[in-house]
């Protein structure tokens, strides 16, 4: 049984103990009203945990009394006030707190002992009078009040010890980070990989500080594809129309790739095919389709500016939420799929007043928010809900989902800490703001907002050869309880634009901002026109950086998106700049450069689809694709340090390259997706699992002799049992070195042609002899057909055991194999071979005279010869 940890949760520990205690107290009976006022004797109870323990780790002192403050109710009412003394032991004595009591009146704190001995621990309870503090609204409903002006005699604690000893005790061993192939849900027990676990909410969920399209998790270090499915006809149609003509990809009447959410290993897309009548769920790691959600009803959003076609309403997803809501009843979160009644074109839509909440995991329908207010800035809240935040006529609203939801006109005892939608219920918008408070007249709109800390808003002001009009910044608290409250403002100097407003050929003011990066401390600016950026130190207002002109195709647009200290341009040039957004320095570029003269703009148009684990992931595309399509591996990883290339694919994404429109990307859980307009399949680029096999053909073999041991590495994720793909490859995909997955899923994937110069993996090869000691055999390197072999001579007698052992790359997960073999004796050496004895043949006369004729003509016929020869 694994062992306490050092740092333990304590506060989960807390929860359930006081809860416990909770229980017993709500059943003790309600009194009448008491005069003269009643003197109570408390009894205070007080434990630490874990007893014994080390020096330097930390313990939990929990303390409660026999009388809960029975005006409490929810998080109305009275609490009452402890002390804790400890006594370390030395004999000095500590006070800690004072602390207030939670609502059934006890309390915890954390204590980390420094000294070897006995600790003496004890809760103190004061002398209290009953105040009556706090009244819930619409006032008491258990009959508390009659307690009110009661004396509660002080009390102390019996004393605790507590036992610290020198070596500390051993904590729960953590399970290490996978390096096999995993799936969710993530087991709790494996507190240490929270890291690994992402979501892709969709929407102002993905917005985090000052970064767009932010995914959590780690991001792909390879091309390896795990799985593609078909969304809508696509690639080449019919050789009649006498040319490389494919159907229709993205834009207007096109197939576009939405929202599209990720939530706990499910993507969610909605049907952008004619009809449009709903959306589907695809498990992340297989592409599987799990359920298909039919929103059919009547149509809407016909006709308009461009004559929309419209979609058959009824649910279309619009982003996703995970709602974290903690409070001493409930604990953890719960995700659900929002539709916010968009209907139209994706790029044109309207929207409805009414929202409907469903539950992620099945798709079924839970509730709605009628009377949505969703004016203002949307931000995703720290506990997952809702936000929109927005000044007007001198108030600070916020609009908030789960008070819409949680909203109730009388908050009885306990109700105010229960999340319970209930089903099929239609929850009035109107109760929904979380906050409403005055603010004074401040010019511009909210630029930044962080929850709980401040807004920024602002005017970029006016600087041509027209007038000079200065910019203002402003900033108001969103502390709690300094809500709306004024933290600064001034007045700054605009970057000079090249001409006034009326003289830009794109209608409009030509110069375009403040971005605010309150991280970073700057705000920025851009003109598409002169192709120039410029930064302003958000203390002081002060210019602090310009840059050269970025390339001339940018002039269709300067998209940015700023990580980690850096702010990243990119657009139509197809180059991708980094720049210390506090310098305007140049860091580093990166050139999506053409193949051939496929890309009609010189470089690949490049957008930033999202940005994960210090990568940057690239999309490509254009407003409407002409036919036949440009070619090009535009889905691209980026190093974001170094603007080094770490892998690309063939790709083709959607719209213009103004940030993710170029490619409708999606991250999570390390694995990353989107629509290819080459063929209008989804794709799932990740890291997958593998199978290692060890054979060995002549298991039983002589001692001296050779044995060849043979096996393959295979790439099992889901995409290789695909029907084209396990028809092709019977005896399973190959895996491939990290440097050739390009090429290599290509031609598994795309129809691409097989590279011949690919390589396959190292595995290493171990024995384990019959002593139980291990041999190094060395390693293989499998071929492009995904087999290896390598030879290799036993020195002892015995049965082996053979492992081979695949670590695994980027492109793959690890995996191995084992088999045996046995060695024999070798046979004895061989000796000298003796004849068998045999009796020797009687010679007869006959025999003998014949013997003897043949000698004399032999030398008879010897002697012409010399004779001859001598003449």
């Known amino acids: 049984m694994k062992k306490l940890r050092n740092k333990q949760k304590l506060s989960a520990i807390t929860f359930v103990v006081m809860m416990t205690f909770a229980a017993i107290f709500v059943a003790l009976p309600i009194v009448s009203a008491h005069d003269p006022p009643w003197t109570i004797p408390v009894v205070a109870y007080a434990v630490v945990r874990p007893n014994p323990i080390g020096v330097g780790q930390e313990a939990l002192i929990m303390w409660w009394p026999n009388h809960y403050p029975i005006t409490a109710e929810g998080a109305y009412g009275d609490r009452w006030t402890w002390t804790v003394e400890v006594t370390d032991p ?68 019996e004393p605790v010890y507590l036992t610290v000893q020198t070596d500390q005790i051993e904590g729960w061993q953590e399970t290490p980070y996978p390096t096999e192939y995993w799936t969710r849900p993530i087991n709790d027990m494996n507190r240490d990989w929270w890291p690994l676990a992402g979501n892709w909410l969709a929407g102002a969920a993905q917005n985090v500080g000052p970064t767009n399209y932010f995914g959590y998790g780690q991001g792909p270090e390879s091309a390896h594809v795990m799985w593609s499915s078909s969304v809508w006809a696509g690639g080449i149609m019919d050789a009649r129309f006498g040319g490389p003509i494919g159907y229709a990809t993205y834009h207007y009447e096109g197939v576009d790739f939405v929202p599209p959410i990720i939530l706990n290993g499910k993507l969610y897309y909605n049907v952008r095919s004619l009809p449009r009548e709903g959306w589907r769920c695809l498990d992340l790691y297989t592409g599987e389709e799990l359920y298909f959600r039919n929103t059919t009803g009547p149509v809407q959003g016909v006709g308009g500016g461009f004559d929309f ?147 920024i808003g602002g005017t970029g002001g006016q600087n041509d050869a027209t007038a000079v009009v200065d910019g203002t910044l402003w900033a108001l608290s969103l502390e709690p309880g300094r809500e709306g409250t004024l ?188 629509l290819n307009a080459y063929d209008m399949k989804i794709y799932c680029v990740g890291k997958g699992p593998s199978e290692t ?109 053979i492992i081979a052992e695949f670590s695994g790359t980027k492109a793959y997960y690890k995996s191995s194999a084992s088999t045996y073999i046995t060695v024999d004796p070798a046979p004895s050496p061989a000796g000298p071979i003796e004849p068998e004895p045999t009796e020797a043949p009687l010679i007869t006369t006959e025999m003998a005279i014949i013997v003897a004729a043949i000698i004399v003509a032999v030398a008879v016929l010897v002697g012409f010869w010399i004779v001859r020869k001598r003449k």
């Open 90 to 157: 030395s004999g000095s004595k500590q006070t800690l707190g004072p602390f207030t009591s939670d609502p059934v009146g006890g309390g915890w704190t954390t204590f980390t002992p420094s000294q070897v001995g006995t600790y003496t621990i004890v809760a103190k309870f004061p002398q209290t009078i009953l105040p009556g503090d706090n009244p819930p609204p619409g006032g008491y409903s258990r009959g508390g009040d009659a307690y009110i002006g009661d004396t509660y005699l002080a009390t102390d604690s």
């Open 309 to 455: 076609s419209g979609v058959l309403a009824g649910g279309l997803l619009s982003f996703g939420q995970i709602y974290n809501y903690e409070s001493p009843n409930q604990h953890g979160g719960m995700p659900y799929l929002w539709s916010t009644g968009a209907t139209g074109n994706a790029f044109f839509p309207t929207y409805t007043n009414k929202w409907d909440m469903y539950d992620a995991d099945t798709g079924s329908y839970i509730c709605s928010i009628g009377n949505v207010s969703f004016s203002g800035t949307q931000v995703y809240g720290k506990e997952g809900s809702i936000l929109f935040y927005n000044i007007a006529n001198n108030r600070l609203t916020v609009w908030n989902t789960s008070r819409a939801i949680w909203y109730e006109e009388q908050f009885y005892a306990n109700s105010y800490w229960m999340w319970r939608p209930v089903l099929n219920m239609t929850y009035d918008g109107n109760n929904g703001f979380s906050l409403n408070v005055s603010v004074p007249n401040l010019p511009g709109p909210i630029r930044a907002v962080r929850e709980g800390e401040y807004i």
């Open 487 to 674: 933290l600064w403002q001034y007045d700054y100097t605009p970057p000079r634009a090249y001409a006034p407003a009326a003289q830009s050929p794109r209608g409009g003011y030509p110069v375009s901002g403040p971005y605010v990066d309150p991280e970073d401390g700057v705000f920025h600016f851009f003109d598409a026109n002169t192709l120039v950026r410029w930064g302003y130190d958000l203390a002081t207002g002060q210019q602090i950086w310009e840059t050269d002109p970025e390339p001339a195709l940018n002039y269709y647009g300067m998209p940015f998106n700023v990580y980690d200290g850096k702010l990243l341009s990119h657009g139509y040039a197809g180059t991708l700049i980094a720049y210390d957004i506090k310098t305007g320095v140049e860091l580093w570029r990166y050139e999506a450069s053409n193949v051939g003269y496929e890309s009609p703009y010189g470089n690949y148009p490049i957008s930033i689809g999202c940005i994960a684990d210090g990568k940057i992931y690239l999309g490509s595309g254009e407003h409407s694709p002409t036919q036949p399509l440009w070619r090009g591996p535009n889905m691209r990883c980026i190093d974001a340090d170094t603007g080094e290339e770490l892998w690309k694919l063939s790709f083709l994404g959607a719209n213009m390259p103004m940030g993710n429109g170029g490619s409708n990307y999606a991250i999570a859980d390390s694995y990353l997706v989107g």
């Open 693 to 801: 096999t060890v054979t060995v053909q002549n298991n039983v073999i002589a001692k001296g002799n050779s044995v060849q041991i043979t096996g393959t590495i295979i790439d099992k994720s889901a995409g290789t049992q695909q029907q084209e793909q396990a028809a092709r490859f019977p005896n399973g995909v190959p895996a491939i070195a990290d440097e050739d997955q390009e090429d290599y899923m290509e031609y598994v994937y795309m129809q691409q042609a097989m590279p011949d110069d690919a390589t396959g993996v190292t595995v290493k090869l171990y024995a384990i002899d019959p002593n139980g000691n291990y041999q190094d055999i060395g390693e293989a390197t499998s071929d492009i057909w995904g087999n290896f072999g390598k030879s290799w001579k036993p020195n002892d007698e015995g049965q082996y055991l």
